[in-house]
T-cell receptor, first 112, second 112 residues
């Protein structure tokens, strides 16, 4: 089955700095890669996703890149703000199976 | 739309008791997913349904767990008998086409 590894497990940045979270996946058939943000005690919420026919996608301060050859994808947050502090999860899916496999999460703390 | 609705939000029970978690997906969504989140194991897919039919239950930990979806607007996850190691947050999620998944607020289960 699919295995998703996520790094780092914790990340602390100063407000205004950029943050990068990286994930690798094992199943070459995976073709959908969402990122979720989870605040303490809340539900995971989708913040951005990318499909395998695209190498990069951007939404305001958030961008995701995908390297299918290397089987890794990354989340980039620019101009970080204290409200970006949360746990971020990457995930991978083979859309033939519809099952999301999640990474272990990255706790991002943005210091004001 | 109210989003995915789950009940109860919190459940405290004693070992050996039956626990039933409930989920109402977003209207019009044809996929429903049950996840479990713990510190040790992260976010795990337990089972998912497409058009009320269970498609993949390979994540269901053991026979004590069962899930049903009697109609398009309701699903249950039952644990009988419950054990302390079942303590976790259980999320229900729904989607159309199985990709972008929207999570409910979760049920926080504590088994004493």
């Amino acid at each position: 089955g699919e295995n998703v590894e996520q790094h780092p497990s914790t990340l602390s940045v100063q407000e205004g700095d950029s943050a990068v979270i990286k994930c690798t996946y094992s199943d070459s058939a995976s073709n959908y890669f969402p990122w979720y943000k989870q605040e303490l005690g809340k539900r995971p919420q989708l913040i951005i996703d990318i499909r395998s026919n695209v190498g990069e996608k951007k939404d305001q301060r958030i961008a995701v890149t995908l390297n299918k050859t290397a089987k890794h994808f990354s989340l980039h947050i620019t101009e970080t703000q204290p409200e970006d502090s949360a746990v971020y999860f990457c995930a991978a899916m083979n859309t033939g199976r519809r099952a999301l496999t999640f990474g272990s999460g990255t706790r991002l703390q943005v210091q004001p | 739309d109210a989003g995915v609705i789950q009940s109860p939000r919190h459940e405290v029970t004693e070992m050996g008791q039956e626990v039933t978690l409930r989920c109402k997906p977003i209207s019009g969504h044809d996929y429903l997913f049950w996840y479990r989140q713990t510190m040790m194991r992260g976010l795990e897919l337990l089972i998912y349904f497409n058009n009320n039919v269970p498609i993949d239950d390979s994540g269901m930990p053991e026979d004590r767990f069962s899930a049903k979806m009697p109609n398009a607007s309701f699903s249950t996850l039952k644990i009988q008998p419950s054990e302390p190691r079942d303590s976790a947050v259980y999320f229900c999620a729904s989607s159309t086409l199985g990709e972008t998944q929207y999570f409910g607020p979760g049920t926080r289960l504590l088994v004493l």
